[in-house]
């Protein structure tokens, strides 16, 4: 059996691979970041036992709480092998803010945890920098969080992240889709890229085609692969929530695992059946690769993948043009994808051999 060796002056936390004193220094490297995404309500100071927030500073007065928590999948794993640390926080605070909006709810706080083998101060900084950078995009502030040092948990350079939310909507304001009537149209709200669901296949692919990731991708020569496949998530809360608080939106999906398929029949009541056209939007460059590279069934590419729509929102047949335009005018591309049909409960994407689709319909239903 081999022997170990034992420390002359006795055993330190540094000697079994933990460094308070790293750890220490990231907290003074990323408090200038936390401060930055103050907002009324939270002063985003960190170094305290837990973070507080007053939702009546934020203007509340009689609000609901809504919590979400996320993370950023096996995308980490692209980050982690090629050097893309800087958006994967983005990704985070995306998938929990978004996943706030569609209920309605104005996104406040965010906390995250960093979980490492060995700290690199460098690597996390440019983690939380782009945690800032997230929470600054959808308007909630960074108020604490947990970083995580544990040998032998991951190994070499990995790294995990998690992500909370909380969030507050006016109790009157909750969306829970109860509005929907059949004959509400449905507009899509263009995603990013992939987002953060789908990785596994995206790598899966990555490794049997023998991708070249750090060269031009084949769809853009101005754009490398990896940058294609790493953008971050777009978070849609800076432009729906002026809508939502003028009451001109009845319910949003937010398009994340289980693709349009499984994520729009979520916000519709009973009765109510969302019919989406393959055919209304371009399917864009790089999803239409990733269908060519594995040769994926549109069935599948609608329920793995957003398929270039990361928001689906459900709006009355007299609001759309008014919503549509002002989601134009805060930026976002969007393209009316379809309506909402009498019928069991459910979604079907429907498609000739002109779209990106082919030719067929995909359908889910979601029972009661």
Not at 213 to 230: G, N
Not at 310 to 315: E, K, L, R, S
Not at 338 to 350: H, W
Request: proline share 4%.
């Amino acid at each position: 059996m081999a022997e170990t060796s034992t420390p002359a002056s006795g055993y330190t936390y540094a000697d079994a691979g933990v460094s308070i004193a790293a750890g220490n220094a990231l907290v003074r490297a990323i408090a200038p970041l936390a401060r930055a995404t103050r907002r009324p309500g939270a002063d985003a100071e960190l170094g305290g036992f837990g973070g507080v927030f007053d939702p009546r500073a934020a203007g509340f007065i009689d609000p609901l709480l809504v919590a979400a928590n996320d993370g950023v999948g096996t995308k980490l794993k692209l980050a982690i092998e090629h050097d893309r640390h800087d958006g994967v926080g983005i990704d985070l605070v995306a998938m929990c803010a978004n996943d706030l909006i569609v209920q309605g709810a104005e996104p406040l706080f965010f906390l995250d945890y960093y979980a490492s083998g060995r700290l690199d101060e460098a690597v996390a900084t440019r983690v939380v920098a782009g945690i800032a950078e997230g929470c600054r995009q959808a308007g909630c502030a960074l108020i604490g969080g947990e970083t995580a040092e544990m040998p032998g948990m991951y190994a070499g350079a990995d790294y995990d992240l998690a992500g909370f939310c909380v969030g507050a909507v006016e109790r009157e304001q909750l969306l829970t889709g109860a509005a929907i009537r059949p004959g509400d149209v449905l507009l899509g709200l263009a995603s990013s890229g992939v987002h953060s669901n789908g990785f596994s296949l995206v790598r899966r692919l990555a490794a049997d085609r023998g991708w070249k990731l750090a060269r031009p991708a084949l769809f853009d020569p101005e754009l490398l692969l990896i940058d294609a496949l790493m953008a971050p998530t777009r978070i849609y809360v800076r432009s729906l929530l002026p809508l939502l608080k003028g009451g001109h939106i009845r319910g949003l999906a937010h398009i994340t695992g289980g693709g349009l398929l499984e994520n729009v029949p979520r916000v519709l009541p009973e009765g109510c059946r969302a019919v989406i056209g393959a055919g209304a939007w371009e399917q864009s460059r790089l999803m239409a690769f990733l269908q060519a590279q594995g040769r994926i069934e549109p069935e599948e590419m609608a329920r793995t993948f957003n398929c270039g729509i990361g928001m689906v929102a459900v709006v009355a047949p007299d609001e759309t043009d008014g919503v549509a335009a002002a989601l134009t005018a805060a930026g976002e591309t969007v393209f009316r994808i379809g309506a909402v049909e009498a019928g069991q409960r459910g979604c079907s994407v429907t498609g000739g051999v002109e779209d990106w689709s082919a030719r067929g319909e995909w359908t889910a239903t979601h029972d009661a």
